[in-house]
């Protein structure tokens, strides 16, 4: 053997039997290096550790070739320096003296890796839009038919179950049985969910399944199941995990929901709420009406009290039109009178123009100014009247007659009939004429005092006498006035 | 979803009772829309008062999917 030559084609044939047979299948684990896809569509790369490597190709599938979930979400999240888990085959390239794995599965390495492998899946669907807003349905308010997806037996339809029928006891529900678990979970929910979708009489669909581990929820976690629930007409709700997990289908889902019980009462409203609400709304309605017909009587009411009597309207009416008729009647005179008064106006021009006027003003001027005088005449008349009798009053009052009627005297010289003031005017003997106010006297004079204080002082009795009397006449004159 | 869903009905006939608790409508337009809050009320409440729930388990069969009656004591 050792002397038998070879050819190198001979060679490299043997070799690539015994490398062929004895290594199908292998897995082999190693880091990423000079990743290229060309555009063949296959992909080519180096697995390499601290001191080998060998290359790798990962054809891209035949047309029609059923891909395997994996399969599929790994050709292209594949990255430089990624630690991977490959499966596949060595394979022999003679032309080139060359060998390689042929690859048919490649898995993430290591811890994390499927977190790696959720975080590549979530952020391409993300990019493609599957998990955008504008996709969400709306959950219908009360629906009559909840379809849920998942496994017929166990918690969470239980859950589902207890709790639809404790709010809202007429909803009814449609199972479509699943697998939540295991290899087969993925395709079964998608089937599940195409069914609801056929069948058609569910209202709103709930897939849901406990928590678990990443490797638990990876159905969850699946490609395929994200496009069925993204093409899924029906709107949607995720139940999932316990609270803190988020999965694909959460985020591809119309709606998520932290558990499958927060599912069943995102999805049935309490029907005692509504019936709550319901009744506030009718006795609402039911009171305002009330209310309404309450202040339209009242305002009825005062309308009526204000309105007149048709007697009253009669009434008004006859004083209005007796108004309107003697104001247009007065309105008639007033234009009467003032066409007389212009007509008469127009009269007197026309008179001034003619020829006569100048004779006829002349008699009308003397008319007046005779009618003036005499006037004149009349009120000097009556003037010098007046006159006359306030002076023959002051004449009387002033008459020494009047004064001599009192009880006061003139007392004359006899001889010159000069008016004696003084006693020292005469001589005793002398002769005296006395004028009272009826007759006269004639007297000689006896004796004289040039003094009359003798006749005032002198003789107090009288005086008092006097002054009494005096006193009287004031008070008499004074009582009229008090 | 149609017009006449039931959260449709419950969102109409609120707008009816604040429009008339508001006094803004006429008195006709409010009989009117009494009425229609008195219908909308019965709706509601009758479906509200529905007894009937099913709960079925879809099954596939040859002639295709049929559903059928599932206990709810699982």
């Known amino acids: ?51 080998a490597q060998i290359r790798a190709v990962w054809f891209k599938p035949f047309p029609g070739t059923q891909l395997t979930p994996s399969s599929r979400r790994m050709a292209c999240d594949l990255e430089e320096g990624m630690l991977v888990v490959c499966r596949g ?76 029928k404790r709010r809202f006891p007429s909803v009814s529900l449609l199972l479509a049985p699943a697998r939540v678990q295991g290899p087969e979970a993925a395709p079964e ?52 995990g316990h609270e803190t997990d988020y999965t694909i289908a959460d985020f591809t889902a119309d709606l998520r ?44 009411t005062l309308l009526r009290e204000k309105l007149k009597s048709p007697r009253w309207m009669i009434d008004d009416y006859r004083l209005s039109l007796d108004d309107y008729d003697d104001r247009m009647k007065a309105r008639l005179w007033q234009q009467l009178a003032h066409s007389a008064a212009h007509l008469h106006h127009l009269k007197i021009r026309l008179a001034q123009g003619s020829p006569r006027t100048g004779h ?36 009387d009052s002033l008459n020494p007659l009047a004064v001599l009627n009192r ?23 002398e002769e005296l004429m006395i004028y009272l106010g009826k007759g006269q006297l004639t007297a000689s004079v006896k004796s004289r005092e040039e003094d009359n204080a003798r006749y005032f002082f002198a003789k107090p009795g009288r005086m008092n006498k006097r002054t009494e009397e005096r006193d009287r006449f004031d008070s008499e004159i004074d009582l009229p006035e008090r | ?16 009772v604040k429009k008339l608790e508001s006094g803004e409508l006429s008195l006709e337009d409010s009989l009117k829309a009494f009425e229609e809050g008195i ?27 049929a559903s059928t009656s599932f206990s709810e004591e699982v």
């Open chain 1, 360 to 395: 006829q003003r002349i008699g009308f001027l003397l008319e007046s100014s005779t009618g003036n005088m005499i006037a004149a005449m009349r009120r000097r008349i009556v003037d010098a009247r007046q006159t006359l009798k306030r002076n023959i009053s002051l004449l």
């Open chain 2, 39 to 65: 219908k909308l009320s019965r709706l509601c409440t009758k479906k509200l008062n529905e007894s009937e729930r099913k709960v079925e388990i879809l099954l596939k069969q040859e002639e295709g999917l």
């Open chain 1, 89 to 164: 085959r060595i394979s022999v390239y003679a032309p080139r003296g060359e060998y390689q794995i042929v690859i048919d599965t490649v898995e993430p390495k290591g811890t994390g890796a499927l977190q790696k492998a959720f975080e590549q899946l979530k952020a391409r669907l993300h990019a493609e839009g599957l998990f955008d807003e504008r996709h969400k349905r709306e959950i219908p308010f009360l629906p009559s038919c909840i379809g849920v997806i998942t496994s017929p037996t166990g918690a969470v339809i239980r859950d589902i179950l207890q709790i639809t």
């Open chain 1, 257 to 300: 929901a932290p558990t499958p019980s927060a599912a069943a009462e995102l999805v049935v409203p309490s029907r005692d709420d509504l019936a709550g609400t319901l009744f506030d709304l009718r006795h609402r309605m039911i009171r305002s009406r009330a209310h309404m017909a309450e202040s339209l009587n009242r305002e009825a």
């Open chain 2, 1 to 16: 979803m149609g017009k006449d869903t039931f959260e449709n009905n419950m969102t109409r006939l609120e707008e009816i």
């Open chain 1, 189 to 240: 929910i998608v089937r599940a969910i195409q069914d609801m979708v056929a069948f058609g009489r569910a209202d709103v669909l709930i897939l849901a399944r406990g928590g678990g581990s990443l490797e638990d929820l990876a159905p969850f976690n699946d490609e395929t199941v994200a496009r069925a629930i993204h093409a899924c007409p029906v709107p949607i709700i995720s139940a999932v």
């Open chain 1, 407 to 429: 009880g006061f005297s003139i007392t004359l010289r006899r001889q010159t009939k000069e008016i004696i003031r003084e006693a020292a005017q005469v001589r005793g003997g």
């Open chain 1, 1 to 51: 053997m050792m002397k038998c030559i070879l050819t190198v084609t001979a060679l490299t044939g043997q070799l690539k039997n015994l490398l062929e047979e004895t290594f199908d299948p292998i897995l082999v684990e190693g880091e990423i290096s000079n990743l290229r896809r060309p555009a063949s569509g296959h992909t080519y790369f180096t697995l390499k550790d601290n001191q």
